[in-house]
Each structure stands twice: as C-alpha cells, then as structure tokens.
C-alpha cells in the first residue's frame, strides 16, 4: 500500500524515527552546555534520518537498520533484567506489564528490521536514489 507514491512502512519508520527527536527536544531546551549541543545534534540527525527515508536515500536505510538493532539489543536486555529482578525478589505477576510493554515494542522494532531487508522496500530506495 502506497501514501503519496512510497510504501506506508517507510511511512511508518519515519515517524518512528522523528518521535526519537521529542525526549531530545526537552532535553536540549533545558541544558547548556556540551549536553545541549549533543541533544540538538540527536535532533537534528533524527529529523534529517525521516527525512532521509521519505526522500528514499539509501544512507538513511542503512542507518536506520543500524538503529533499529540497536533497539532490538537494548530493549531485550532491558526485558531479561526486568525478569531476573522479578524472579530473584519473587515478584509474580507486577512485573507482567513492564514486560508486555518490552514485547510489544520489540515486535515493532522486530518488524521494522525486517521490514527494510523486504526486496520491495530495497526496490524502492533503489528506484529513488537513481533518479
């Protein structure tokens, strides 16, 4: 399914990407400072990632499946720790919703990697970056 000429999973990937902007935005509104220039850098590389990925650059593909395991490699282990600390204090079942919360990112993130490798989604930054 197209919106505007692209696949509603880049579509998708890209808004992913631009919310990463919003935690930066507060941070760099409130610190000076080396952190603030950090935090307005991350703003501005997630923008320039979106859009990147709706004008169908290659770079910002690779990038973002870079990202994307990333994620994939930090939210796994922020779930295999929420699950010893459940199970070594004996907690059973509050525990349960921090780990669907995990999950059901995961299974986004999970998605989205595989989505990119898809051969139509690599067929239409292809069919982008040569024109």
Known sequence: MLIKGR?????ILAFWS?????PAL???????GAKGLIAWAVVIAEVTLATGLIMGR???RYVLIVQVAAHVLVFALFACAAMFIAIAWGLRGVELAVV??????????CWAFM????????EFFTR???K
């Open 7 to 11: 696949p509603v999973g880049i579509w």
């Open 18 to 22: 631009a919310t990463h902007a919003i």
């Open 26 to 32: 507060f941070v760099a509104l409130d610190a000076g």
């Open 58 to 60: 290659a770079l910002a």
């Open 100 to 109: 669907l919360s995990i999950v059901g990112y995961l299974l986004l993130v």
């Open 115 to 122: 989505y990119l490798f898809h051969p139509g989604v690599e």
């Open 128 to 130: 982008q970056s040569r």
